[in-house]
């Protein structure tokens, strides 16, 4: 009975994933864009949850930067992984006030067990320019 137990906790995440996978229109392992991301409640949740969470972050480290407001997720990719691996392009302010800056975040979320982890939170990097 264990042994059974043991192959069905092996067994359980991967079939989520496939699930996931094709919900999504992906395949596991690439990367799949997603559409209407303004209109896509999760997804505009998903980037709110980030920009707390780096805040909440921020304020463990009472550094003195200053903390972000959340405005909007304006573009995500999703990635099948043990989990659901979200890249979003996220529009924050500085708390009071100033012009809106891009940011760039990574979270994976595995709903199976109510969980999502921020990986990363960065400001964005201009696209290089090549000059030759």
């Given at each position: 009975?264990?042994?059974?137990?043991?192959?069905?906790?092996?067994?359980?995440?991967?079939?989520?994933?496939?699930?996931?996978?094709?919900?999504?229109?992906?395949?596991?392992?690439g990367r799949t864009e997603v559409k209407n991301v303004k209109a896509n409640k999760d997804v505009q949740d998903l980037g709110r949850?980030?920009?707390q969470e780096y805040?909440?972050?921020?304020?463990?480290?009472?550094?003195?930067?200053?903390?972000?407001?959340?405005?909007?997720?304006?573009?995500?990719?999703?990635q099948v992984v043990s989990g659901i691996?979200?890249?979003?392009?996220?529009?924050a302010a500085t708390r009071g006030g100033g012009a809106a800056k891009s940011f760039e975040a990574v979270i994976v979320v595995k709903p199976w067990i109510h969980s999502k982890?921020?990986?990363?939170f960065a400001p964005s990097t201009p696209p290089s320019?090549?000059?030759n």
């Open positions: 009975m264990a042994k059974h137990t043991a192959v069905l906790m092996i067994l359980l995440p991967l079939l989520v994933m496939a699930v996931f996978a094709a919900a999504i229109g992906g395949k596991v392992g949850y980030c920009v805040n909440r972050q921020l304020q463990q480290k009472a550094n003195g930067t200053k903390l972000l407001v959340f405005s909007q997720v304006v573009a995500a990719e999703t691996k979200y890249y979003l392009k996220i529009s982890e921020l990986v990363n320019r090549d000059t």
